[in-house]
């Protein structure tokens, strides 16, 4: 089975400052790596994907993702965050069944102070 | 907001009592899930759908009971649930289930309370 590991419960940042989310994933074939946030009171809304091809992905919210293979990670990355940033983020990886289903981590409390 | 609609958004049932979720996704998608999401726990996926069959049920209680009547509408019944079923239930859709990793697409949720 597939998995990943979001080693932070919450990451404080200042406005303005540069924001990173860890993920690390384990895998046995080809890693389909998903990030997707989620704002109080609302569903998950997907940020951005990795599939194959370039190891630097961009997403919604100017939100990029890098993937590393040597290291097993995927680490969602913003130049400058925002305090509407504020939310909470999740890694997800596809299950190697069959139809896709997706793994998720256990979120990442992310807390942008102004 | 996505494409993905859910009501209620709140609902507060006794242990004895039925009631029903009810999800819409307005996609085109043919693929729909119910995931349960308690407080400091990981999303726990509990049914799949695609192509309205079940394709996956993760060893849900049948106190819960997904129905799927067409691609566009999925339901998750309930019937003499337990205090610990208290959570945030999320519906899903992506375009299939199988094949292509496509993203899914969240709704906004249901917060059921138990009694």
């Known amino acids: 089975a597939q998995s990943v590991a979001q080693p932070e419960d919450q990451v404080n940042v200042a406005e303005g400052n540069p924001l990173t989310v860890k993920c690390t994933y384990s895998v046995s074939g080809n890693p389909y790596l998903f990030w997707y946030v989620q704002y109080p009171n609302r569903g998950l809304q997907f940020l951005l994907k990795?599939?194959?091809?370039?190891?630097l992905v961009k997403g919604s919210y100017g939100f990029e993702a890098e993937f590393n293979k040597s290291q097993t990670s995927f680490h969602l990355k913003k130049p400058s965050a925002l305090v509407s940033d504020s939310a909470l983020y999740f890694c997800a990886v596809r299950d190697d069944d069959s139809w896709g289903k997706l793994q998720f981590g256990a979120g990442t409390q992310v807390v942008v102070t102004p | 907001e996505t494409g993905v609609t859910q009501t209620p958004r709140h609902l507060v049932m006794g242990m004895t009592n039925k009631k029903s979720l009810k999800c819409e996704q307005h996609l085109g998608h043919n693929a729909m899930y119910w995931y349960k999401q308690s407080a400091k726990k990981p999303l726990e996926l509990m049914f799949v759908?695609?192509?309205?069959?079940?394709?996956e049920n993760n060893s849900v209680p049948s106190r819960f009971s997904p129905e799927c009547p067409n691609s566009s509408h999925l339901f998750l019944h309930l019937h003499t649930l337990q205090p610990e079923d208290s959570a945030l239930y999320l519906c899903?859709?992506?375009?299939?289930?199988?094949?292509?990793?496509?993203?899914?697409?969240f709704g906004p949720g249901t917060r059921l309370t138990v009694t």
């Open positions: 899903a859709s992506s375009p299939y289930a199988t094949g292509e990793t496509y993203e899914q697409y």
């Open positions: 990795y599939i194959t091809g370039d190891n």
């Open positions: 759908y695609s192509l309205e069959e079940r394709v």
